[in-house]
């Protein structure tokens, strides 16, 4: 059983009003992303599960996110070395995807939870976008924020890295496993965490900047 559930029964038992899964990525409502990355399909399960109980009172709200961009941009994972001025592009780099900060999915939270717009977020997904951007158009901005041109170390060919990774695993080989992420943030054969129904505006968030919070990310790099 995943341990989610087991919390999720224990909140049930607890009187727990609102329930909010771990989904802050890709979308699992979608029959697409979870034949792509087959390990989130733990995270829709639990989805079913909390609908199964929604006759108890407890209430759920599922938040995609896409891409952390200060996490991704400081740890790396966005393909991008802060410090070396190098990146790696997946495809062409061009494909378009939803993206956030911490700080704004906190407030999202809170949000959330708030008298406001707890019933209108129940028992459904509530897709977060601050901005929607691409590899190509962060690395303008990180050439502009630096004064210096930046170096395209690798470019990934996602259809086949996809490919890659299946594979692995198959072999219970799970070393690549998260490269589907980002074959499904960065790469071009289909948009799949790029949303058309972002909640922000709905959630009273205010409207972020997306080189200024580019430019936040260097001063912890």
């Known amino acids: 059983m995943d341990i989610q559930q087991t919390v999720a029964e224990a909140a049930i038992a607890a009187g727990v009003k609102r329930f909010i899964p771990s989904e802050f990525s890709a979308d699992t409502a979608s029959p697409e992303v979870l034949e792509l990355i087959p390990f989130l399909s733990s995270k829709r399960q639990l ?5 199964s109980k929604e006759n ?3 209430t759920w709200t599922a938040v ?3 891409a952390f961009l200060d996490w991704g941009l400081g740890t790396g994972f966005m393909g991008f070395n802060l410090k070396s001025r190098e990146v790696t592009l997946w495809d062409d780099g061009e494909a378009f995807f939803s993206a956030n900060t911490r700080a704004i999915i906190g407030k999202a939270l809170v949000a959330i939870l708030s008298d406001k717009n707890l019933e209108k977020t129940k ?3 509530v ?3 601050s901005y929607t951007t691409s590899q190509k158009q962060i690395l303008s901005i990180c050439e502009k924020v630096t004064s210096s041109k930046w170096k395209i170390v690798e470019r990934v ?4 890295r996809m490919k890659k990774v299946h594979e692995e ?3 219970n080989d799970f070393s690549s496993a998260l490269d589907l992420l980002c074959v499904a943030t960065y790469g071009k054969e289909k948009e799949f965490c790029k949303w058309e129904n972002a909640w922000n505006e709905k959630l009273g968030l205010a409207e972020q900047s997306l080189e200024e919070d580019i430019a936040a990310a260097f001063k912890g790099a």
Do not use: C, H, V, W
């Open 47 to 51: 989805i079913e599960f909390l609908r």
């Open 56 to 58: 108890t009172g407890m």
């Open 64 to 66: 995609p996110t896409s």
């Open 123 to 125: 028992n459904q997904y």
């Open 127 to 129: 897709y977060l976008g």
């Open 157 to 160: 060919d996602a259809s086949e």
């Open 169 to 171: 695993m198959k072999n």
